[in-house]
């Protein structure tokens, strides 16, 4: 990879890793990728005023008085001002994009909220450092450990229970399951360039979205990392989308904050 | 193949005796609810008969008191065969396979990751739906959830078993973000996914090809429910019958699998005594 290439993927680290949580950080990409996609003008701000930002999640789209706070909201709004990626997909592959994306949910996110936030060495060496240099210094204490154990929770919540009794035969679920989502993933996407076509939509930026963390943080612990490797077709897509899309910076009347959410 | 059903189950005081039935080869299928039909999750015994019956294997339906404690998982409903026993619409459909039958071998790679992921989608939206009805929904908790769940127990079980599955359940909203969405904006969700199934099956009698699959049997299962279960409201049931394409779907299935079935057992008829049919 370039010297530019390498630089527009560090700043696009560099934004994503700044952000609230494995989650935030997912879907901060895909609106980022999906902005692209569309050509919504739009600017990426880490703003760090969590004692006065309003009790919002992020990410957090504001376009001139208007707040908007949730990513499928945040895509409905794109959508009306007429940045819609998904303009030329019929119904069917409408419908296709909410089925892969419900498989991204359910399969990939509690492997990747897994390794981010629940694997010790992972948490410890990368994701807290990061998390906590980015907040005021009382809630870089607290915070980081409350996101810890809230994914922690929701991982048990949604995948524990008989016949998995030990977090070990979870987490050993959660990698096979998320295993063979990329493997589905890969075999969907074949040898095309995009998952519909020669040009991306709504569903290459989901999917964008919850790859290129996995693909490009360096953690200790990277199984999974090392299984998306071996398909190089999924990484030639994260890697197309880096260089087309990332390698400039856009302004405009977009802006596209991320706030902490309170305590 | 198709086997008829050699014994009926006999009803006595809220225990069911249990009759097996065999088939040739000595595998024995039969699948055990909880007493009350629908205590917990009310679509997936309708699921795991559909996709059994397409798969043309003989199925007895039992109920049981016990059959949360019975089954490996703790989930009801499950099936039981020979000497194993086995929950879940997932292991059951491999268990299946490794018997030899399968609804999705005619797909190709690409297809099968497509069925994947739709059947993803159904447990994503309509069954977080249907839980989040069932018991997020104060008024469908009070008037119906709490009294069907407790119904197999005496007082105070009753009331303590149910507050303690439904704060079990609640957390699980809050774990993944449902728990702030207002019935509203959950009705809108279903009538999404109601619209991306519609737009999949399109004028197609099933979702692959001209054979069923797991996915039908899934949906089949689901959308049966939500229409045949009587709640509060119709909302539900109604985002549903908005698409007519589903709504055919749904009775193509219950005539094809389900009705031949009901004229010859018995046994069935009690364990559908909480369901009405579509076609009335």
């Known amino acids: 990879p370039s010297a530019a290439d390498r630089n527009a993927q560090a700043c696009f680290l560099n934004c994503c890793l700044t952000l609230a949580c494995a989650n935030q950080i997912i879907f901060c990409n895909l609106l980022q990728a999906y902005a692209k996609f569309a050509g919504a003008p739009l600017i990426v701000n880490t703003i760090n005023n969590s004692w006065s930002s309003p009790k919002a999640d992020v990410p957090v789209l504001i376009s001139e008085d208007i707040v908007i706070s949730q990513p499928a909201k945040i895509l409905n709004f794109l959508r009306k001002q007429r940045y819609n990626a998904d303009y030329e997909l019929s119904a069917k592959q409408g419908a296709d994009t909410l089925a892969y994306i419900a498989l991204l949910e359910e399969k990939l996110l509690p492997a990747l909220l897994h390794t981010f936030w629940v694997e010790a060495e992972n948490y410890c060496s990368v994701t807290k450092p990061w998390f906590a240099s980015r907040i005021p210094f009382p809630l870089s204490l607290y915070l980081p450990g409350k996101m810890s154990r809230e994914a922690l929770n929701r991982i048990l919540l949604t995948r524990g229970g008989p016949p998995l009794y030990s977090l070990t035969e979870v987490e050993a679920q959660i990698y096979r399951d998320a295993k063979e989502c990329l493997n589905l993933l890969s075999k969907r996407l074949g040898t095309s360039q995009f998952f519909f076509g020669n040009t991306p939509t709504t569903l290459d930026a989901f999917v964008f979205g919850f790859l290129a963390p996995v693909y490009k943080v360096c953690f200790p612990r990277v199984q999974l990392q090392e299984h998306l490797k071996e398909l190089t077709n999924l990484c030639r897509f994260c890697d197309d989308i880096l260089t087309c899309y990332f390698k400039l910076t856009v302004t405009g009347k977009f802006y596209f904050s991320s706030t902490f959410s309170h305590v | ?280």
Not at chain 2, 46 to 60: G, H, Y
Not at chain 2, 189 to 217: H, I, M, W
């Open chain 2, 1 to 280: 193949m198709q086997l008829p059903l050699l014994f009926s189950a006999k009803k006595a005081h809220g225990s069911s005796t249990f009759a097996a039935l065999r088939c040739p080869n000595g595998s024995v299928f039969s699948i055990t609810f909880s007493q009350a039909r629908d205590r917990g999750r009310t679509s997936l015994p309708t699921i795991r008969e559909a996709f059994l019956q397409m798969c043309n294997l003989p199925v007895r339906v039992v109920c049981r008191a016990n059959a949360e404690y019975m089954s490996p998982s703790g989930k009801v409903p499950f099936i039981h065969v020979g000497n194993q026993v086995v929950s879940e619409l997932g292991p059951i459909v491999q268990f299946v396979k490794a018997k030899g039958h399968s609804l999705s071998d005619g797909l190709d790679e690409v297809q099968k990751a497509e069925m994947k992921a739709y059947m993803e989608l159904v447990n994503n939206m309509l069954l977080t739906a249907e839980l989040y009805l069932q018991w997020c929904d104060d008024v469908t908790v009070e008037e119906i959830t709490h009294p069907r769940y407790g119904s197999p127990y005496p007082w105070p079980l009753n009331r303590i078993l149910s507050y303690q599955k439904q704060w079990e359940i609640r957390r699980k909203m809050k774990a993944i973000g449902w728990a702030g969405k207002s019935l509203e904006q959950v009705l809108e969700d279903v009538d999404q996914c109601c619209q991306a199934l519609s737009q999949r099956l399109g004028t197609q009698p099933y979702f692959f090809n001209k054979q069923p699959t797991e996915l039908d049997a899934l949906v089949f299962g689901h959308l049966f429910t939500i229409l045949t279960t009587q709640l509060i409201t119709d909302e539900l049931s109604e985002k549903v019958k908005n698409y007519g394409n589903l709504t055919a779907f749904c009775r193509r299935i219950e005539q094809q699998y389900f009705e031949g079935h009901d004229k010859d057992s018995s046994a069935t008829a009690s364990a559908r005594c909480a369901k009405r049919s579509l076609l009335r």
